[in-house]
C-alpha cells in the first residue's frame, strides 16, 4: 500500500536504472531498521524450509540474478525476507555494458525491457564486496558470465576464470548462457557446447558446490530438452529458469516494445512456467530447478513450484510490488499448502507438471 501509492511513483518520475541505483546505494548502507525490517517481514514457518543443492532455505523465495549485480546489497536480502539471493552476472574483467538508457519499464504491462550487456565490475571488485558482506545467513549464489570482447570459441576461460575467483565465497554457482544482451552467448546453449562448458565450470568450481544452468524461455520445440540433457551429462546441479524473452506477445506498451532487449515481468510468467514444465519433465525431480519469470504474488510463486520448481526467484515483480513482497509470497505460498493439503514447498514441486 505505501510502496504502491507512495514509495513506487516517486520512483517511477526517474527513469528505471537511476532508479534502480538509488535503491541499491540506500540498502547497501542499510544499517539502522534491518531488525525490524526482519521481524516484520521473515515468515518463520517450517513449511517453508528446505534443504535443496545440499543447502538450507529458510523459505523458497529468492533475488534473481542481475538485481545486485556487484554484490552491494547482499546484507539486505535476508532483512527483507528472502531466502536466498543470487548476485551477478559477474564477468572475469570488469566491463561497462550497453550505453544507457538500457532499462526501460512497461508499465501497462507491469514488465521491464532491460539489455544492460553484463555491466560489471568484474570478479575481483564483487569477490571483495562478498568478503566484506561477510556471512549474510542466507545461501548466496554467484551467476557468471563471459566478457562481451571474448570470442564464443574462448567463453569457457571465463567462465572458468570468473569461477575461480568467486567460488570461495559462493553458496552456489549459475552459469549464465541465456542472456539475449551479449552478441551470440545464446548460441552457447547448443547441446554440444552445454556439456563440455558445464563440465570445465564443474571443474573449476569448488569441490562439492552446486553449479546451476540458467536457460532461455525462447528454446524451439525439443532443443531445450537437449540442453538441459547435455547439462546434466556435463555435472549441473540444477537449471534455472528462465531468463528474459526476446519475444514480444500481447504488450500494451506499444513504443517501448520496440525496444531492444529481454523482457521480463507478467508477460514473461507463462513462458518462464512453461520452461520449468519441459525442465522438469526431463530432470524428474533428479536435479532441482530454480524457477523464475513474472512472479508478482504467491499464487505466481505457486504456479512454478507446482510445473517443478523447488524454489523460485523474483527480478521484475519486486520493482512493482515493493519490499514486502518476499513476505506476501511467503505468506500466501502456507495458505496455499495448507488448501491443498500439502506438507511443505518439497510436497507441491511437479504435482502440475
Ligand atoms: C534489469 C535486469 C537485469 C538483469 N540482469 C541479469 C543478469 O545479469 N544475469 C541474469 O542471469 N539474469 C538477469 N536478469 C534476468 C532475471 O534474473 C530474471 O531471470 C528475469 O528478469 C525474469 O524474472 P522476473 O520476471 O521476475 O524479472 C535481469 C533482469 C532485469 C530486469
Redesign the pocket.
Known amino acids: 500500500m505505501l510502496y504502491r501509492e507512495v514509495l513506487r511513483p516517486l520512483l517511477f518520475l526517474r527513469d528505471a536504472e537511476t532508479a534502480h541505483r538509488a535503491v541499491l546505494e540506500r540498502l547497501g548502507h542499510w544499517r539502522i531498521g534491518t531488525h525490524l525490517a526482519e521481524r516484520l517481514l521473515n515468515v518463520d514457518d517450517p513449511r517453508l524450509q528446505s534443504t535443496v543443492l545440499g543447502l538450507h532455505f529458510r523459505n523458497p523465495v529468492g533475488i534473481?540474478?542481475?538485481l545486485d549485480?556487484h554484490a552491494e546489497a547482499v546484507s539486505a536480502w535476508r532483512s527483507l525476507g528472502f531466502g536466498f539471493c543470487e548476485i551477478?552476472?559477474v564477468t572475469p574483467v570488469p566491463q561497462d555494458g550497453n550505453p544507457l538508457p538500457r532499462?526501460f519499464r512497461l508499465q501497462p504491462d507491469e514488465a521491464?525491457i532491460?539489455r544492460?550487456g553484463?555491466n560489471s565490475l568484474g570478479a575481483d571488485a564483487v569477490v571483495a564486496n562478498l568478503a566484506a558482506a561477510g556471512r549474510v545467513g542466507i545461501p548466496v549464489g554467484v551467476?557468471v558470465?563471459k566478457n562481451k570482447l571474448t570470442p564464443n570459441e574462448d567463453a569457457a576461460a571465463d567462465y572458468e576464470r570468473a569461477i575461480h575467483t568467486l567460488a570461495p565465497l559462493a553458496d552456489y554457482i549459475?552459469i549464465?548462457l541465456?542472456?539475449p544482451n551479449t552478441p551470440d552467448l545464446r548460441a552457447l546453449q547448443k547441446p554440444e557446447l552445454v556439456q563440455s562448458l558445464v563440465r570445465r565450470c564443474v571443474q573449476a568450481a569448488q569441490p562439492g558446490q552446486p553449479v546451476l544452468l540458467?536457460v532461455a524461455p525462447d528454446f524451439a520445440p525439443g532443443e531445450l530438452e537437449e540442453t538441459v540433457a547435455a547439462a546434466l551429462e556435463g555435472g549441473a546441479a540444477g537449471i534455472i529458469a528462465?531468463?528474459?524473452t526476446v519475444t514480444r506477445q500481447g504488450l500494451r506498451s506499444v513504443a517501448l516494445a520496440a525496444e531492444t532487449g529481454?523482457l521480463?515481468?507478467k508477460p514473461?510468467r507463462e513462458m518462464?512456467t512453461a520452461t520449468v514444465r519441459r525442465v522438469f519433465r526431463v530432470t524428474r525431480g533428479r536435479v532441482p530447478i530454480i524457477g523464475?519469470?513474472?512472479?508478482a504474488s504467491a499464487e505466481d510463486a505457486y504456479e512454478k513450484i507446482l510445473a517443478g520448481a523447488n524454489l523460485v526467484?523474483?527480478?521484475?515483480?519486486l520493482i512493482y510490488e515493493g519490499p514486502t513482497l518476499a513476505a506476501k509470497i511467503n505468506r500466501g505460498l502456507v495458505g496455499l499448502l495448507e488448501r491443498d493439503g500439502l506438507a511443505n514447498v518439497a510436497a507441491a514441486v511437479g504435482l502440475d507438471a
Open positions: 534473481g540474478a542481475g549485480k551477478g552476472t532499462m521491464v532491460n544492460m553484463f551467476n558470465g549459475a549464465n541465456s542472456s540458467k528462465s531468463n528474459t529481454g521480463s515481468g514473461l518462464a523464475v519469470g513474472g512472479i526467484q523474483v527480478y521484475t515483480g
